[in-house]
């Protein structure tokens, strides 16, 4: 029987083959992390479970501005399908839509974003085509066949085993990497899920897993509660100290796992993704958002996938038939106010997972505790620019300059 319903509640109409995969999917990343003594994978098996306040994050890349600074970190984020995949790291990606304005010059006219996992998209295509193909229609407003997307006819899509309709549907619209795009726009344009390979339900997954032990690391002749440094040194992850989503996901979880007291002895709580299971837009702040002396108004704000709570898909900005664009949009009023990029409509939007959590915590017994080794602070740094993470994303910035012949405040032109 299936634990989690759609992500977002979004495709309830899918067929039984495409939920049971999602949540076999979900069952498989679980066994093989092991069992945690606090991290459960069925909700329903918390008792008094509550939603949590927390695990939520800003959706902007962090590492691009500490690494690169804001202004650079805007250019180079909004390039297109290559600043997606190389810097969208926090479980959103955004593209820029392009229209011509009355002089022909192409301008940014909306902003669209997703928080969808690529492997829920690719479970549909694979097991419930004509889902999948309804829901491409219903996002994009156009009709793709088969043949279109895959460059298969229907008959022979139903014909491919599994594997093959797998492999076809990442080499089609998913891609590998900046330099390695997907075959068929259809995810560049519209930006429908995440495509950048960390931005993954196994990596969601792993990572709330680690950090739900009560880790303990021996300081001289005492035992202190490990810091956030040493987790992530443990857990062989200190990639995730440069992001929102990596710091704000570790915390929280280690919090829950070990930062309550029941009486004098440390305690934590039962947690477990809520169902359904999905990365959600929790918050989109608009309120400092002008254009010319008014604020934006509440029709450019359009969520496309997900119930109420649960939206996957942002649009923002005006309509085709509006003569405003985006780049007419600033940050805040008067002498201090600034266009908006998408970078900055990123920082504006908290994402992240619904958590239940038990409404009580309980004593942790001796055996679940976890001794790991001392870590010496400032051991795990965050883009510092010696780093190599630095190095690369300077490299990378030089190489969208190239490519914009050193016009890097020019948008993209993957929007459609």
Not at 138 to 144: C, H
Not at 247 to 257: G, H, Q
Not at 391 to 398: H, I, M, S, V, Y
Request: charged fraction near 25%; include cysteine; glycine fraction near 8%.
């Amino acid at each position: 029987m299936s634990v989690f319903q759609s992500p977002g509640l979004a495709d309830q109409g899918v067929n039984e083959a495409t939920r049971s995969a999602w949540n076999s999917s979900i069952q498989n990343i679980f066994d093989v992390q092991g069992v945690s003594p606090f991290l459960v994978m069925d909700p329903r098996d918390i008792e008094a479970g509550q939603p949590s306040n927390g695990f939520r994050w800003r959706a902007d890349p962090r590492e691009p501005r500490d690494c690169l600074g804001d202004e650079l970190a805007a250019r180079v984020s909004d390039q297109g399908w290559p600043g997606r995949v190389e810097l969208h790291n926090e479980y959103l990606e955004y593209t820029l839509v392009m229209r011509p304005d009355a002089g022909g010059r192409l301008r940014p006219k909306r902003f669209v974003a997703t928080t969808e996992f690529a492997e829920w998209w690719q479970f549909m295509a694979v097991f419930d085509l004509d889902h999948f193909l309804s829901v491409v229609a219903s996002v994009t407003g156009r009709f793709y066949s088969c043949k279109d997307l895959f460059e298969v006819s229907r008959s022979d899509w139903t014909s491919m085993d599994v594997s093959e309709r797998a492999v076809r549907f990442h080499k089609r619209l998913v891609g590998t990497d900046h330099a390695h795009a997907p075959e068929h726009p259809l995810n560049i344009q519209h930006a429908l899920f995440l495509a950048k390979g960390t931005n993954r339900l196994t990596d969601l997954i792993q990572t709330m897993h680690f950090s739900s032990f009560p880790y303990l690391v021996k300081d001289g002749e005492s035992r202190r509660r490990a810091r956030l440094e040493e987790v992530l040194d443990f857990a062989n992850r200190q990639d995730l100290y440069s992001g929102h989503a990596g710091v704000r996901l570790v915390s929280d979880t280690f919090e829950l796992a070990a930062g309550r007291k029941c009486g004098k002895s440390p305690a934590g709580q039962a947690m477990a993704f809520s169902d359904p299971l999905g990365l959600y837009i929790r918050a989109f702040h608009t309120s400092q958002l002008f254009v010319g002396a008014g604020r934006v108004p509440r029709g450019w704000v359009r969520f496309r996938r997900g119930a109420p709570g649960m939206h996957m898909h942002l649009e923002f900005g005006p309509a085709d038939d509006d003569p405003r664009f985006l780049d007419d949009i600033t940050l805040g009023a008067g002498p201090s106010a600034r266009p908006v990029s998408g970078y900055t409509l990123a920082s504006l939007i908290e994402v992240g997972p619904m958590i239940t959590v038990a409404a009580r915590p309980r004593v942790i017994t001796r055996v679940e505790f976890v001794e790991i080794p001392r870590v010496d602070p400032g051991r795990v740094v965050r883009s510092l620019p010696e780093t190599e993470r630095c190095r690369q994303l300077l490299e990378f910035a030089d190489r969208c300059k190239a490519e914009t012949n050193d016009d890097t405040t020019r948008f993209p032109r993957d929007g459609s």
